[in-house]
């Protein structure tokens, strides 16, 4: 009968199904970052690194409500990523851990610490908090709490890029969580039928909310997901500042080529609890210690640089700058008044189209 079925098809004259590239993007070598390269991503992956520590201070002392989740440990991912792109030309989103990102962005961490405490000043000007922050000037768009939901948008973002012609292509972020998701699945259809020019990007931090990759994914090579689909994916060393980097001029490549989509899943892990007030108990102190000693991206950075020579003194008064950064933030935050209450009505949509 499937044989009938077959002819039967054949007999209408039907065009034979879309050919669809089978070609592989090449590995990704490891980046060969000039001391002016290095340097700047260490000073990146510090801030964000030294931004996340205060955030978590004043969370515990009340000033920032709501969810808070720090991106200790994972500053590699965004660092490496996005300083291949072109802000105001290609666009970022990603989930709730999204403080990093909008610092590796080069957004301002006094607006970016003021919406955290949900002060007026704030980028979403006190609304979004910690997990809902956004810069349309610099094609940052979000921070979305709903696990998956950014997939979905980020296909529309470089959907947006295609149609216009502005050369611009779409990172978009998920975790090892939200891999699971239908959404995601429909996104990788859509975006290979009409190669769209997005980079997926699985930050693979091992434990989602909580559960460990291995129980939770029945393939936990995540980087295989998009096979189905024919969109090809790259496993990638996250905690390394300098292969994130490599593996982003690839994606880019294939990506401004006209090639489609394509996966990079980033295996990086996260220091602190799933938010400040998970006390993180599915795994021992002793595996996390590990991580730290062993792959810790900013302290393989900082080898790096004194083996091209930084000095250590140069190293510390770089520190000393990113504090007072960090420290004016916070100070411009606890300053800053919070909104005021007609901001209630505001942005709300309340007509009909």
């Not at 690194?49 to 000033?63: D, I, K, V």
């Not at 704030?122 to 610099?138: A, C, L, P, T, Y």
């Not at 390394?240 to 489609?260: C, E, I």
Request: with cysteine; net charge negative; proline share 5%.
């Amino acid at each position: 009968m499937a044989k009938a079925a077959t002819r039967a098809s054949d007999d209408t004259g039907s065009p034979p199904p879309p050919t669809h590239n089978r070609e592989r993007p090449p590995e990704p070598q490891r980046h060969q970052a000039s001391r002016e390269e290095l340097l700047e991503y260490y000073r990146q992956m510090l801030l964000i690194r030294r931004f996340e520590e205060r955030a978590g201070q004043l969370y515990g002392l009340g000033l920032i409500g709501g969810f808070c989740h720090l991106y200790i440990g994972q500053e590699a991912v965004a660092v490496g990523l996005q300083s291949a792109m072109e802000p105001g030309k290609d666009s970022v989103i990603t989930g709730y851990r999204d403080h990093g990102h909008m610092l590796a962005y080069g957004i301002d961490p006094k607006v970016i610490m003021a919406e955290l405490t949900g002060r007026a000043a704030g980028i979403s000007r006190g609304k979004g908090g910690s997990m809902h922050m956004f810069s349309v000037e610099h094609k940052f768009y979000g921070g979305h709490g709903i696990v998956g939901a950014q997939v979905s948008l980020g296909t529309g973002l470089a959907f947006q890029h295609k149609y216009s012609g502005d050369g611009g292509v779409c990172l978009a972020y998920f975790g090892d969580g939200a891999a699971n998701q239908g959404q995601v699945y429909e996104s990788f259809n859509m975006a290979e039928l009409w190669k769209l020019p997005i980079i997926y990007v699985i930050e693979n931090n091992q434990y989602a909310m909580g559960t460990s990759v291995n129980r939770a994914s029945a393939e936990d090579q995540l980087y295989r997901r998009g096979e189905s689909f024919r969109i090809p994916g790259l496993q990638v060393d996250g905690m390394d500042v300098l292969a994130v980097r490599g593996a982003a001029t690839t994606a880019l490549d294939w990506v401004r080529s006209g090639k489609g989509p394509i996966l990079l899943e980033l295996k990086t892990y996260r220091y602190r609890g799933h938010s400040m007030s998970d006390p993180a108990k599915y795994r021992s102190r002793e595996e996390v210690q590990s991580v730290r000693d062993k792959s810790d991206p900013i302290e393989a950075v900082k080898r790096e640089l004194a083996a091209a020579g930084v000095s250590e003194e140069e190293l510390k008064k770089l520190d000393s700058d990113i504090k007072k950064i960090v420290t004016e933030a916070a100070d411009f935050a606890e300053q800053s008044p919070e909104p005021e209450a007609a901001e209630l009505y505001t942005d709300v949509l309340v007509e009909t189209y």
